[in-house]
């Protein structure tokens, strides 16, 4: 029967890949076989279970790793986990590893002065990215080896010195106590023993020897091959063959990852970006197949707005909504009873959205601006009233609101919530300044510029100069106008040559003749912005940089 060791860590599912792929793979490489409290859920009562493995179980790792107040964001250390350490620490004389995250060695000198004399193994936050999870791994079992010769961590035993190195066996008589040093010793003797025969037997030509080479051979093989499910690696592999549009290939792999579960939140959240932009009907089978095995509220809640799309499942969309802030209704009040960051917030708008609640999205979004104090979710939720207001064409409050989001941080999305608005209104000449300080505020975005271009041809909006506020062109000047912001775009990588030539060929009354002139410089890989040097560029960088929010002097 194997000696066992006992984990005590935090809940927080961020170290869910730590326990697993550190600690317990330590425990087993040392011979030991691992015992999570979570595990092995019972009845009665849980400090029973915990107090029984701290005593009984020969090795206790304990995870100090402070987790950040979701409120504050301060770093604050586990009072159930010091609790439990204090506990194995009275009990065991050794035994005791504690671990904790390099970055909390000032925490633990300041909050944690009882144990920081303590040989505790401070590991490095970035320990998979690094590869450090071997040498974590060999350090852990070298701990767990030197705790055999019953050498004191606890600053119980460092103390009260005659006692026994397991405090329970003060409870037994001397008889008792012999025959369990004696059994303790037994199972140490058998399992040096085995280890010289295994060691005896690779010196010999034999059978033996060969199918050990076989199976290291066959492990060494597996290794490899589940190498490449580990996170970061399945994530960049299903990259690459969305990228080669190998669709039975992609989805095999897909199948084989989740079949492992080795996919954390942020992992979830990439693999959905790969499926959207590779297939959207195999983005929503992950979807739904994430937000049911894994329990993670982002996958649920994007998986609510995938529900949200069908008239069909709408009421199970918003259930799933509700349910990630813990939204709760009243007669006609409505309450939340969870704290959730801005992401998962973010998303639970876009459910009702998607679904046209916007006045009941106006109370929720009240409801929870008291709620709430950090800027960045307080523009988030004013963002959300904002397209409220707009859906609803109530206009005063549209823009107030987005005034009031803009006074708390400025974003590309509330400014273009302003250009959709005014320009409902046909008030197209603010409509394109508002466009052109979210272009600004947003770069990157391609979108901006077929907005920009698109509004010059369909409205007749423009500037000419830099010196001169948008107004009405005429005809001939839409192609010389409007044309700089996709051939900017184009060649500075930002728009792809496909939605370029698309935008052009929707739009070939104004710039037929330009299409070729493109594809030849694609082809021949010649600077675009040199080759129609006849355009001026001027007025497409100025609003890329300041979006003309400062005024240009009059000559």
Not at 13 to 29: G, S
């Amino acid at each position: 029967m194997k000696k066992k060791a006992f984990i005590i860590r935090p809940f927080a599912k961020k170290f869910d890949r730590f326990c697993n792929l550190i600690m317990e793979r330590a425990i087993r490489d040392a011979g030991y076989e691992p015992v999570l409290l979570k595990e092995n859920p019972q009845n009665g009562y849980i400090m029973k279970n915990v107090i029984e493995n701290l005593a009984e179980c020969e090795i206790c790792l304990a995870l100090i790793t402070a987790v950040p107040d979701e409120k504050t964001g301060t770093e604050m250390l586990n009072f159930n986990i010091a609790y439990e350490l204090g506990i194995r620490h009275a009990l065991f004389r050794s035994g005791t590893i504690i671990l904790c995250d390099e970055k909390q060695k000032d925490l633990i000198e300041k909050s944690a002065f009882d144990i920081r004399d303590r040989n505790i193994v401070f590991y490095s936050s970035n320990w998979l990215v690094d590869n450090d999870d071997e040498k974590l791994c060999e350090r852990i079992v070298s701990l767990i080896d030197a705790a055999e010769s019953k050498k004191s961590d606890s600053p119980v035993h460092d103390y009260y010195t005659n006692l026994p190195n397991n405090l329970i066996n003060l409870t037994a008589t001397d008889d008792q106590i012999q025959i369990a040093e004696m059994t303790a010793e037994l199972d140490r003797l058998r399992t040096r023993n085995q280890e010289l025969e295994e060691k005896l037997n690779t010196f010999g030509i034999d059978s033996t020897k060969q199918t050990k080479t076989i199976d290291f051979r066959e492990e060494l093989k597996q290794a490899v091959a589940n190498s490449i499910y580990r996170s970061d690696h399945a994530v960049a592999k299903l990259r690459e063959l969305a990228q080669e549009g190998n669709t039975d290939a992609f989805v095999d792999f897909l199948a084989s990852v989740m079949e492992k579960g080795w996919l954390d939140e942020m992992d979830c959240h990439n693999v959905m970006v790969i499926c959207n932009r590779f297939n959207r009907e195999i983005e929503k089978v992950f979807l739904k197949f994430a937000s049911e095995t894994y329990e993670y509220e982002e996958m649920q809640v994007q998986y609510a707005n995938e529900l949200a799309k069908d008239p069909r499942t709408k009421e199970q969309a918003l259930l799933i909504a509700n349910e990630t802030i813990g939204l709760q209704k009243k007669g006609a009040v409505f309450t939340v009873t969870k704290d959730v960051s801005s992401k998962l917030l973010g998303a639970f708008c876009n459910v009702y959205l998607r679904l046209n609640k916007n006045r009941e999205l106006l109370q929720i979004c009240s409801v929870l601006l008291e709620k709430y104090q950090k800027t960045e979710v307080r523009t988030l939720l004013l963002k959300n009233m904002a397209v409220c207001y707009r859906n609803l064409d109530l206009y005063e409050d549209c823009i107030s609101t987005c005034e009031k989001a803009i006074a708390f941080e400025e974003s590309d999305e509330i400014h273009y919530v302003l250009c959709t608005m005014y320009h409902a209104h046909s008030e197209y000449v603010n409509a394109f300044r508002e466009l052109e300080i979210a272009n600004s505020l947003d770069p990157s975005d391609d979108d901006y510029y077929r907005l920009l271009a698109g509004m010059v041809i369909d409205d007749r909006i423009a500037r000419t100069s830099l010196s001169e506020d948008p107004h009405s062109i005429s005809r001939h000047e839409v192609r010389d106008c409007a044309l700089p912001y996709i051939i900017y775009a184009l060649g500075n990588r930002i728009m792809s040559p496909e939605t370029a030539v698309e935008f052009m060929r929707k739009n070939i009354q104004y710039m037929g003749e330009d299409i070729q002139r493109v594809a030849d410089c694609l082809r021949s890989g010649c600077d675009l912005i040199e080759e129609f040097s006849d355009l001026d560029f001027s007025i497409v960088e100025e609003s890329v940089k300041t979006g003309f929010r400062v005024e240009t002097s009059q000559e």
